[in-house]
């Protein structure tokens, strides 16, 4: 069976009129030892992604061209937020969804958690307000979908939305992601959803989309049961951004994610097993790589499968030339995928759900040779004090000048004529709430001396 998860709504498009950063050069390509983040492959990606938006700020519907998207497009804001591409076109893609919240959220007659989730990541990201959304409060409408009794007391969502694909664990994750953005890390009704989240957790250190008679733990993933890559990413990040997801459930998610790596080092969504050879795919390999880095680890771990780094499988499925140059494609799928790129974007950019941290420095001044140059880098969001670096293998300040990693001062004196291009990295302090990872942004910049 073709699975391919999408961050809960599907698709994205939205830019003609903004402009978007082209496509980086040969002089910016990624290190030769891949790690996280990649801003080439980020960047290529949600400028790809930049240029399906219309000039109203949706991603059209692939049935219905002259319709919006509106999974897509909330999917897309995230990914262009992930990769600081495109902001006006993603703010307004943002603006696009708040005047179409309830054509979006709502669900078989009651609001979706994965939905509103996503809208308040979406507002998270790009430093708006989720509790004042197109005249919407979608913190508060997320918390009323939590059932307050029974077996599934604590869990959000409708028992009828549990029973659909996209629901269950996966919808908690990212639902508990989305609080913790928005601040509520505390409360009976984080307690709620946490408990009904460790619950779902099976002994292999995985989960299912919803644990029951038809897909139990010791499910086998021939018959598309038991525990899943999908499901497991989102609530390992679910319960990190929440601070609650102690060593000995990490260390069994950690393991449960090792085993399921597929022989190429990447992640399909049924976990790799002897009688059922895993398959690849893009959005898997992503959503796993986001849940390694929510636990503290990289995806290239000697943990994992030594033969293949999980991050050059998942940038095998980027498309290097042509019309869809940036984009990432899905097996079995001719051409562009928008799914698999929206998915893949944030993974690649080196997030993990939520973030709110971005170098705010858009330009730098020119210098002169043998003259001093001085300019500070600035950052919004995250937990300051930040830290400063030039990532490595993604091109290097100018011969004579240097970096401050705790002022973010460029200084010195140039000593060569040119331009120099390069990535900033910055990454802010650990908090309490999210003890396992911290923030990190980044941003193409250039100097010419």
Known sequence: MLFQRILLPAALAVCTAAAVVAVPTTALAASSSPSLPQPVSARAGAT????????????????????????????????LASANVDPTGAS??????????????????????????????????????????????????????QQTSGKDKGLFGTKAQVSGYLAGVYDQGLALSALAGAGVTGGSAITAAESWLHHQQCPDGGWTS?????????????DDEGPDTNSTSLAIQGLSAQ???????????????ADAQ????????????????????????????????????????????????????????????????????YPGISGPNTIATYQAVPAVAGVVFPFDLFVSTKFLPN????????ATLTARGGNPPYTWS??????????????????????????????????????????????????VGWRFLSIKT
């Open 48 to 79: 790809w992604l930049a240029k399906q938006l219309t000039a109203k700020g949706y991603i059209p519907s692939p049935s219905e061209p002259g319709t919006a998207d509106l999974s897509a497009t909330a999917n897309a804001i995230l990914a």
């Open 92 to 145: 307004k893609a943002l603006s696009y969804m708040e005047t179409h919240v309830d054509a979006y959220v709502r669900q078989d007659g009651s609001d979706g958690p994965g939905q509103l989730a996503l809208l308040i990541l979406d507002a998270h990201a790009l430093g708006s307000s989720a509790r004042s959304f197109g005249g919407s409060n979608l913190v508060s409408r997320l918390v009323a979908t």
């Open 210 to 222: 919803y644990k029951s008679k038809d897909n139990p733990c010791d499910g086998s993933p021939a």
């Open 243 to 257: 601070g609650d997801l102690g060593a000995a459930d990490a260390t069994k998610a950690l393991d449960f994610l």
């Open 262 to 329: 597929d022989s190429d080092g990447g992640w399909g969504y049924e976990p790799n097993a002897a009688g059922a050879p895993g398959s690849t795919d893009p959005d898997s390999t992503a959503l796993v790589m986001q849940a390694i880095l929510a636990l503290g680890k990289v995806p290239s771990n000697a943990l994992f499968n030594e033969n293949a780094d999980p991050v050059s499988v998942l940038e095998s499925f980027q498309v290097s030339s042509g019309t869809g140059a940036g984009a990432f494609t």
């Open 367 to 374: 210098g002169s040779v043998n003259d001093s140059y001085s």
């Open 390 to 439: 030039v990532e490595k293998g993604f091109g290097s300040l100018p011969s004579g000048l240097s970096l401050d990693p705790s002022t973010g001062v460029i200084s010195g004196k140039p000593e060569t004529a040119g331009t120099s291009t390069f990535v900033v990295e910055v990454t802010d302090a650990k908090t309490t709430s999210q003890p396992r990872r911290d923030d």
